[in-house]
């Protein structure tokens, strides 16, 4: 239980050796395997090395999400995934995006100095936005832009991410340069990437050649963190493969595969090479009903402990609103010094 005034690890001035983690995730809806082995089970072991700060980002998620009930009850749920999986809100900073209104106040400074060819070249927009181009939202356009000023109005200086967000990453790190360079040399640092483990890009189940995504019609292709077991082992059992037989990596050849390896390596915690050597040559349908029992025993926990706290919403909005006093508490300082420093008025 989160109560005010209790000691708490996260500094208000992050330690200036040991750096200051920021990144987030959209509650377009549950979380996915690819979320977990991408990103979130970094976010848990960063929190013993680092001050961390975690945002569910419903401002991004509004850029595509239209019904107001489906984007609350997937706050909630997103939040209960992310303390389920093991962000401790006592040690790290955990809290919603649109409840700290800095943000969207510094990514109206950064539109003032990012060029729009930087964002012409972004390709996540262009997949969004598909041939529809005209009708798409400014937001979804201007979606990288509120990316930078998440990471920037902490001056966060690592971003655990998968490895889609490569581009955006690299898109803040310009932002920041650019705001530097015409108001004031080193105010923001340029935010490291932390793009960490075997599996960066978790793959669909029913294509090896697409990234593994909410968006994608068929539940098929992913497995949430809230399906049970029976769902998991259908799943993986039902997964593309091919007609080799054996298993090995060979991501041109053998997409399908060389991603169901990858996930194992992941969960199992140990080099995707051992894990090759291991099932070299057993069976595919051996090798998967293996990887089900596997990904049975990782998640069942985390699926245990999200349904307690979903039982118990109170929990997971104290939890939030404790997150969003601390987060604010860090931000507007520095979304103070930008407005001074741009010129803005103060009275
Ligand atoms: P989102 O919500 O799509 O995904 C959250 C995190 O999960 C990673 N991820 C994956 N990793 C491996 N394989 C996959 N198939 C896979 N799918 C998703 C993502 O890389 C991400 O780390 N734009 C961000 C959210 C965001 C953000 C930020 C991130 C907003 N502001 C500031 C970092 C810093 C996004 O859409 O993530």
């Not at 997103?78 to 106040?105: M, T």
């Not at 539109?111 to 939202?137: I, S, Y």
Request: net charge neutral; aromatic share 8%; hydrophobic share 40%.
């Amino acid at each position: 239980m989160v109560q005010g005034g209790r000691s708490r690890t996260l500094l208000r001035i992050p330690h200036p050796m040991r750096g200051l983690v920021f990144s987030g995730i959209q509650p377009t809806s549950g979380i996915h395997l690819g979320n977990y082995l991408g990103a979130i089970r970094h976010w848990v072991r960063l929190q013993d090395s680092y001050d961390c700060i975690y945002c569910i980002v419903d401002q991004h998620a509004l850029t595509t999400v239209h019904d107001p009930e489906a984007m609350r009850a997937n706050t909630r749920e997103v939040a209960a995934a992310l303390l389920a999986c093991g962000i401790d809100p006592q040690r790290s900073i955990l809290f919603v995006q649109s409840h700290v209104a800095a943000h969207a106040q510094l990514a109206w400074v950064f539109n003032c100095v990012t060029p729009l060819g930087w964002l012409n070249r972004m390709t996540q927009f262009k997949e969004k936005a598909g041939k529809d181009r005209e009708n798409a939202p400014v937001g979804l356009y201007a979606y990288p832009v509120l990316q930078a000023a998440d990471i920037l109005v902490y001056k966060a200086t690592h971003v655990p991410v998968g490895e889609d967000q490569k581009q955006h990453l690299e898109l803040a790190r310009d932002i920041a340069g650019a705001f530097n360079r015409r108001f004031g040399e080193g105010f923001f640092p340029l935010p490291e990437p932390m793009i960490l483990g075997e599996a960066t890009r978790v793959m669909s189940l029913r294509d090896g050649t697409k990234k593994m995504s909410k968006s994608d019609p068929s539940d098929q292709s992913r497995i949430n963190l809230t399906d049970d077991a029976e769902a998991i082992a259908t799943k993986i059992r039902r997964a593309k493969s091919d007609s080799i037989e054996g298993v090995w990596f060979d991501e041109q050849n053998r997409p399908e595969a060389s991603n169901l390896l990858t996930i194992y390596a992941a969960l199992a915690d140990r080099p995707r090479a051992e894990v090759e050597a291991e099932f070299r040559g057993t069976l595919f349908s051996t090798f998967k009903t293996r990887l089900a029992e596997l990904c049975v025993e990782k998640l069942a926990p985390i699926n245990a402990e999200m349904r307690g706290l979903l039982a118990n919403p109170a929990h997971i909005d104290r939890v939030l609103a404790d997150g969003a006093e601390r987060a604010r508490a860090i931000a507007e300082p520095i979304l103070a010094e930008v407005y001074d420093r741009v010129g803005f008025l103060r009275l």
